[in-house]
């Protein structure tokens, strides 16, 4: 059964600094890759997706990920935090059913910005 | 565009109380995935709905039902609710024709059961 660690609970830090989340994914397959954030009290938006090609991904508001088959990773990173991407954020892999892709979360990592 | 609409947005029940919560998908959405999502923690893998049959079901007891309609909007019953059902639930759709995983997510109904 596919499974995502995301080892840091929350992660702290200071406004314009760079950020990197970490997740582990454990999949017998070649995995579909998701990271998601949710502010309080809404739904995920998706960040970026990795499915094949190119290891490091672009996604929306300045965030990238690397796959690391090597180490079953797919690290979320940003070079310069802004104080609204305070947020939980969930990595995510897509494990195949019945002819679709159902995404098994992480816990998530709390990110919280200090001005 | 219209996004996926989830209601009510909160409700509040009692113990063995049933309980329905409604999903619109986005449009051109079929498939329609609800995810449990307690206090501190993921979403959790309910089911999965995709052309009005179950295509797929996670580790809950049956007492967790669900349905999907022609128009492709679903239902999540929960009977007999337990404390520990207090979350909230995640209703997430998918494009037609594309088998990748990537969800739309509502913004959920936050369910509390006392």
């Known amino acids: 059964a596919q499974s995502v660690t995301q080892p840091d609970i929350h992660i702290t830090v200071s406004e314009g600094a760079s950020l990197e989340l970490r997740c582990n994914y454990s999949?017998?397959?070649?995995?579909?890759l998701f990271w998601y954030v949710q502010s309080p009290g809404q739904g995920l938006q998706l960040l970026l997706k990795y499915f094949s090609g190119d290891t490091l991904v672009q996604g929306i508001k300045g965030f990238e990920a690397e796959f690391k088959r090597s180490q079953s990773s797919f690290n979320l990173r940003k070079p310069s935090v802004h104080w609204s991407d305070a947020a939980e954020y969930f990595c995510?892999?897509?494990?195949?059913?019945?002819?679709?892709?159902?995404?098994?979360f992480g816990r998530g990592t709390s990110l919280i910005v200090h001005p | 565009e219209t996004g996926v609409t989830q209601s009510p947005t909160h409700l509040i029940k009692t113990r063995g109380q049933q309980v329905t919560l409604r999903c619109s998908s986005q449009?051109?959405?079929?498939?329609v995935s609800w995810y449990q999502q307690a206090l501190g923690q993921g979403p959790q893998f309910i089911f999965q709905y995709y052309r009005e049959e179950e295509n797929g079901r996670g580790n809950f007891p049956p007492r967790f039902s669900g349905l999907q309609f022609p128009n492709y909007s679903s239902e999540l019953n929960v009977n007999a609710l337990e404390l520990d059902d207090s979350a909230l639930y995640l209703c997430a759709s998918s494009p037609v024709g594309e088998n990748t995983g990537e969800l739309f997510f509502g913004e959920g109904s936050r369910l509390t059961v006392l």
């Open positions: 449009s051109g959405h079929n498939t």
């Open positions: 995510a892999v897509g494990a195949a059913s019945g002819g679709s892709y159902i995404p098994t």
């Open positions: 999949y017998g397959a070649t995995p579909y």
